[in-house]
Every structure is written in C-alpha cells, then in structure tokens.
T-cell receptor, first 117, second 110 residues
Framework: NAGVMQNPRHLVRRRGQEARLRCSPM?????VYWYRQLPEEGLKFMVY????????ESGMPKERFSAEFPKEGPSILRIQQVVRGDSAAYFC???????????????FGPGTRLTVL | RKEVEQDPGPFNVPEGATVAFNCTYS??????FFWYRQDCRKEPKLLMS???SGNEDGRFTAQLNRASQYISLLIRDSKLSDSATYLC???????????FGRGTSLIVHP
C-alpha cells in the first residue's frame, strides 16, 4: 500500500517560470491538503480539495497560485511566475473520507522542495 | 495571539530523561488535537491523537487541559531516536482545516 507520493522531490525554477507540483494520495483517500513550510517556520495550510472540488482555499495566495484535484490523476499545485519568496517545502497530505464527526489522521507525502533562483 | 503556540526550544536532554512540552491554543471551540513528529527535512508523521481523558502510548503520554487551553506531551526514558521536532495540531469544531504550531525541537544526547 503505497503512501502519499509527491513529485518532483526537488524543483529548481528561475524567477518568472511556472512550477507544477504533483501529489498522488494514498489509495482510498479522497481528500487532499496542500501545505507550505518555510525554513524555521511551521506548516501553513494552503488548500483543501476533494475530487473535482476545492473545499477551502483560504490559505492560498490570491494571485499566481492554483490547485486542482481532477477525477483522474494526481492533485496539482501550480505556481505561476515564481518569485524567490516562493522557495519553500510544499507538503501534500491525504486523508480518507470523513465519517460522521470523526476527523481522520492526515498522511503526509515526502514534500517537494522548490528553489527559485 | 497566535492560534497555536509552542516553545520552539531546543530542549536538550540526556538519554533516559523525561521531558514534557506544552502547546497552548487560543480558540476555545477547538475540538481535535494531535501531536505530530517531524524529522529534519522529512514529512510530519502522526505521533498520537490527544483525547479528553488523556492517552498513553508506550513512553509517550498526551494530556488535554480544556480549562487552560493547552495540550501536553510527555516523553519518558528519552532515546536518541526521539530527537525531532514535535508539532502540535489543533482543529476547531466544525472545521476540517488543522492549524499547526511551529514545533518544539528536542535533542536527546548520549
């Protein structure tokens, strides 16, 4: 049973380029979360998605950032026209469908480390 | 005041020591609490959920104090492999969005 997979693990982009980060949730998981972690900082929530739906994107910057979780394929976090301040570790987490009031554990992928030159 | 606050440490302890971390939360509507562990440049991994009655898993004990709005993590008989950053996670009632603390760094030395 493969865990959460993220690729690429490391991504280098020049300012102004686009970055695409992919996340494949664990089998049977229908919920995906994206987080950003800056050096010496905590994890900051960005967006919460279910298949074909953005449930909560309150943590996403209003410009340049977008996310999707299509019916088929991985979830994608897309950053357009990257700037140096976008350099960070981006983690994806997945969880099973929520049942009743039970909040399920989130399983994290290994992260993508984005470096903007 | 931050929604979830932790002492960043580092806590420097010898092997075999007992160490405790606290995490305070500001929103009284918070209902679910977790401790995660994150090793350097790795992903966070769930250590334990925190239940109202407190819970224990081997050398680890988690407690919740709703009146004072904090959770705690106690590690007994520290091992070198316990060296990591411990993240406190809080969910508000009715929300599926967790709030992570910045983490407390633990260094266990021989």
């Amino acid at each position: 049973n493969a865990g959460v997979m993220q690729n690429p693990r490391h991504l280098v982009r020049r300012r102004g380029q686009e970055a695409r980060l992919r996340c494949s949730p664990m089998k049977g998981h229908s919920h995906v979360y994206w987080y950003r972690q800056l050096p010496e900082e905590g994890l900051k929530f960005m967006v919460y998605l279910q298949k074909e739906n953005i449930i909560d994107e309150s943590g996403m910057p209003k410009e340049r950032f977008s996310a999707e979780f299509p019916k088929e394929g991985p979830s994608i976090l897309r950053i357009q026209q990257v700037v140096r301040g976008d350099s960070a570790a981006y983690f994806c987490a997945s969880s099973p469908p929520i049942t009743g009031n039970k909040i399920n554990e989130q399983f994290f992928g290994p992260g993508t480390r984005l470096t903007v030159l | 005041r931050k929604e979830v606050e932790q002492d960043p440490g580092p806590f420097n302890v010898p092997e075999g020591a007992t160490v405790a971390f606290n995490c305070t939360y500001s929103n009284s509507a918070s209902q679910s609490f977790f401790w995660y562990r994150q090793d350097c440049r790795k992903e966070p991994k769930l250590l334990m959920s925190v239940y109202s009655s407190g819970n224990e898993d081997g050398r680890f004990t988690a407690q919740l104090n709703r009146a004072s709005q904090y959770i705690s993590l106690l590690i007994r008989d520290s091992k070198l492999s316990d060296s990591a950053t411990y993240l406190c996670v809080v969910l508000r009632g009715g929300s599926y969005i967790p709030t992570f603390g910045r983490g407390t760094s633990l260094i266990v030395h021989p």
